[in-house]
């Protein structure tokens, strides 16, 4: 085989060079020389060549192409189904992001020895030993059967990190499922960089992809999110792969949450809910009822909101705190929402309903570890922050939804009944909606609904005298 040649490309303007150079010559940008597999055109066309149907590709017609619709291979976890768009897609390569020691191990650990009860799955591990994951895989086990005898037959375990090594165990065994766990850990011996830099994560990934399609061996693949929030892997690799999801949470609250944000099979923003329990992650099917389990019902400072997680609605609840500031300046410290949406909020408060918080520290905080990202959940904000100023409680039943304009009125969100029928279905009788311009469908039945046009409005309706 003729050696395969590297060089350095810098990602600003594509200039090469043979050596890694810490500033680029040509457009002066520092550190941006990446290593780069180059293929001469020979080997390229001896590739296309074998892999293709013994000339180069050829076009045919949309009509012709074969395969309606995807056969995919069903994923018995629920949650994790539904965020893949409902089953694995043959042939696809998968991301898997996230934290270190968020559950990603555990969750794909989890997943194999489901999937392994139907066809071959290979697990490849750069991170922990064999031992270390047969000792998670019993751990994972349903209670009753915790031996090793219970151990799917078909997992085949490789502790790895030559990516050539990987490929010829993947010829070998011939598995329907591939994992390698993490992208950080393989390499390709023909480059010089060391594991884990851009240059490899991405030279590797494309080649597990072209694995993936080559063979229709479905592929996940691990990535570390570094803490800088710069990710070293995912983010070169999120154009690479065919599905992105991440695994989200609070490293101290038990929730995780499976997101989908690029998926070639299905709909994108897709969540999947799982609690990290002493058993490996355990589904949670009903969400909003884990969420607000602890909830303390007329305690001022909690409010409830209803998000959308991609196409489902979720209700949390928002707790608010204000207390006098000592001295300096009052402090604003939100936890599970945007530091400046707090700040637009409390200004808000301030100027359009003369609530004084200029003495006040506010603290806001999400249960349950959930991030918000929607401006829906800015009224139950403003009216915990409220609630807990005038230690005034929010009536128990009701949900809030709306967002916060900067005049103090209230704004439509999307998919407000779809909300609406979630809040309902678990008990709530009571919501405090923006009022609607045009009415399109009717109120869902089963909750009284109360428009507001303002921030002022909503407030009176919601607070307790
Ligand atoms: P892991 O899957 O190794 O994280 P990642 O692969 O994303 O780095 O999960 C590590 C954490 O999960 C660790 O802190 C222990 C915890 N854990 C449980 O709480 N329950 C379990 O059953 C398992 C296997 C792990
Ligand atoms: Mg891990």
Redesign the pocket.
């Given at each position: 085989m003729a050696k395969t040649k590297t060089q350095y490309v810098c990602q600003e303007c594509g200039r090469t060079s043979p050596k890694v150079l810490g500033r680029c010559p040509q457009c002066d940008a520092w550190d941006s020389m990446v290593e780069e597999i180059v293929e001469d055109e020979k080997t390229a066309l001896s590739r296309v060549n074998t892999h293709g149907m013994g000339s180069l590709s050829v076009p045919k017609r949309l009509s012709e192409i074969e395969g309606e619709g995807e056969d995919r291979i069903p994923v018995p976890i629920n949650e994790f189904s539904r965020v893949l768009g409902g089953g694995v897609v043959p042939g696809s390569i998968v991301l898997i992001g996230?934290?270190?020691?968020?559950?990603?191990?555990?969750?794909m650990l989890q997943m194999t020895m489901q999937m392994a009860a139907g066809s071959k799955v290979l697990y490849v591990s750069g991170e922990e030993s064999a031992r270390q994951i047969k000792m998670?895989a019993i751990?994972?086990l349903p209670g009753a059967e915790k031996k090793a005898h219970a151990l799917p037959e078909e997992l085949y375990l490789v502790t790895e990190t030559n990516l050539d090594a990987i490929m010829g165990h993947v010829r070998a065994i011939n598995p329907r499922l591939l994992v390698i766990?993490s992208i950080q850990t393989v390499y390709r011996p023909e480059m010089e960089s060391s594991a884990g830099s851009i240059s490899q994560v991405r030279e590797s990934a494309s080649r597990l992809r072209e694995l993936a399609k080559d063979s229709g061996i479905a592929v996940f693949v691990?990535g570390?999110v570094t803490k800088q929030g710069t990710i070293a892997g995912p983010r070169v690799l999120e154009h690479i792969v065919d599905t992105v999801l991440y695994?989200e949470g609070d490293q101290f609250q038990a929730y995780r949450l499976l997101r989908s944000v690029k998926n070639r099979f299905g709909a994108t923003s897709e969540v999947g809910v799982f609690e990290?329990?002493?058993?490996?992650m355990i589904q949670v099917p009903n969400p909003s009822e884990a969420f607000l389990a602890e909830r303390m019902v007329n305690a001022p400072g909690s409010a409830i909101a209803v998000t959308m997680e991609g196409t489902r609605p979720l209700l949390v609840e928002i707790q608010g705190l204000t207390s006098f500031t000592n001295f300096g300046n009052p402090r604003r410290t939100p936890n599970g929402i945007d530091f400046n949406r707090l700040l637009l909020i409390t200004a808000v408060l301030s100027r359009r309903l003369n609530l004084r918080l200029s003495d006040q520290d506010v603290f806001v905080n999400v249960v349950g570890g959930l991030r918000l990202d929607e401006p829906a959940a800015d009224l139950a904000v403003a009216a915990a922050i409220t609630s807990s100023m005038r230690d005034r409680p929010i009536r128990a039943d009701m949900a809030l939804v709306g967002e916060l304009g900067l005049s103090g009125e209230l704004r439509m969100v999307g998919q407000i009944n779809a909300r609406l029928r979630e809040a309902a279905s678990l008990g709530f009788r009571q919501a405090v909606v923006p009022r609607r311009l045009q009415r399109k469908e009717p109120w869902p039945g089963g909750i009284e609904i109360y428009e507001a046009r303002s921030l002022n409005d909503a407030l009176k309706l919601a607070l307790i005298e």
């Amino acid at each position: 085989m003729a050696k395969t040649k590297t060089q350095y490309v810098c990602q600003e303007c594509g200039r090469t060079s043979p050596k890694v150079l810490g500033r680029c010559p040509q457009c002066d940008a520092w550190d941006s020389m990446v290593e780069e597999i180059v293929e001469d055109e020979k080997t390229a066309l001896s590739r296309v060549n074998t892999h293709g149907m013994g000339s180069l590709s050829v076009p045919k017609r949309l009509s012709e192409i074969e395969g309606e619709g995807e056969d995919r291979i069903p994923v018995p976890i629920n949650e994790f189904s539904r965020v893949l768009g409902g089953g694995v897609v043959p042939g696809s390569i998968v991301l898997i992001g996230g934290d270190p020691g968020i559950g990603k191990s555990t969750l794909m650990l989890q997943m194999t020895m489901q999937m392994a009860a139907g066809s071959k799955v290979l697990y490849v591990s750069g991170e922990e030993s064999a031992r270390q994951i047969k000792m998670r895989a019993i751990r994972l086990l349903p209670g009753a059967e915790k031996k090793a005898h219970a151990l799917p037959e078909e997992l085949y375990l490789v502790t790895e990190t030559n990516l050539d090594a990987i490929m010829g165990h993947v010829r070998a065994i011939n598995p329907r499922l591939l994992v390698i766990d993490s992208i950080q850990t393989v390499y390709r011996p023909e480059m010089e960089s060391s594991a884990g830099s851009i240059s490899q994560v991405r030279e590797s990934a494309s080649r597990l992809r072209e694995l993936a399609k080559d063979s229709g061996i479905a592929v996940f693949v691990i990535g570390h999110v570094t803490k800088q929030g710069t990710i070293a892997g995912p983010r070169v690799l999120e154009h690479i792969v065919d599905t992105v999801l991440y695994l989200e949470g609070d490293q101290f609250q038990a929730y995780r949450l499976l997101r989908s944000v690029k998926n070639r099979f299905g709909a994108t923003s897709e969540v999947g809910v799982f609690e990290m329990q002493e058993r490996g992650m355990i589904q949670v099917p009903n969400p909003s009822e884990a969420f607000l389990a602890e909830r303390m019902v007329n305690a001022p400072g909690s409010a409830i909101a209803v998000t959308m997680e991609g196409t489902r609605p979720l209700l949390v609840e928002i707790q608010g705190l204000t207390s006098f500031t000592n001295f300096g300046n009052p402090r604003r410290t939100p936890n599970g929402i945007d530091f400046n949406r707090l700040l637009l909020i409390t200004a808000v408060l301030s100027r359009r309903l003369n609530l004084r918080l200029s003495d006040q520290d506010v603290f806001v905080n999400v249960v349950g570890g959930l991030r918000l990202d929607e401006p829906a959940a800015d009224l139950a904000v403003a009216a915990a922050i409220t609630s807990s100023m005038r230690d005034r409680p929010i009536r128990a039943d009701m949900a809030l939804v709306g967002e916060l304009g900067l005049s103090g009125e209230l704004r439509m969100v999307g998919q407000i009944n779809a909300r609406l029928r979630e809040a309902a279905s678990l008990g709530f009788r009571q919501a405090v909606v923006p009022r609607r311009l045009q009415r399109k469908e009717p109120w869902p039945g089963g909750i009284e609904i109360y428009e507001a046009r303002s921030l002022n409005d909503a407030l009176k309706l919601a607070l307790i005298e």
